[in-house]
């Protein structure tokens, strides 16, 4: 009994790190739209079974990152433009409700954290819009989890992901990248000071800044 429930939650953590690897990939287009997912390769890269593999795409297609195809194989999704409104709709809801809620509810361990990714955002100049990008996902994932409720973290992970993934289609042409990532700076201020109501507010300013940058280059 002891040996099968070791297994079980070993297999669940590698699907679990399968699933991360993979979609993180997808979301900074690593895996471009449209390319194939090769189960083979994936499995050599991650150094694990196919079997966590498939089990990280049946939640990737949840996710609306890839798609299956009968007799074809799994592909990375298209990034349309056209999903934007859709998605900043639900994003313009509940980041403000993520943000107050956690300005609300962080500890002390979590405002150390959120105080220390304040100060590397501070510091850190002259990076290149992929690690700008990737500070900016940070920063989402973090006051996700300071929300201290799951449905709304997955929920808000997924969109983001999305929202990400437009940003990096056309993060060539755009310009102020930084700017936008330093918009986090007051953001965090006013969680780790428990400031809700501002908290929401700038949450909502960067939520509809990214949507209006993104329309400005169509």
Known sequence: MGTQVKHQSSGASLADRAYTEIRDRLVMLEIQPGDPIVEDRLSAELDMGRTPIREALKRLE???MVVAYPRRGTFATDVHISDLAHISEVRRTLEP???STAAE???PADRAELTALRSRIESDHGQDN???LRTDVAVHRAIYRCTYNPFLED???TYDNLATRIW???IPRMSGV???VDQHVPLLSAVIEGESDTAAELALTHVTGFEEAVRALI
Request: glycine content about 0%; charged content about 30%.
């Open 97 to 99: 409700l993520a943000a």
């Open 62 to 64: 949840r996710d609306r």
């Open 130 to 132: 992929a690690e700008l």
């Open 155 to 157: 929920t808000l992970i």
């Open 105 to 107: 509810r962080s500890t």
């Open 168 to 170: 990096c289609v056309f």
């Open 178 to 180: 930084a700017d936008h």
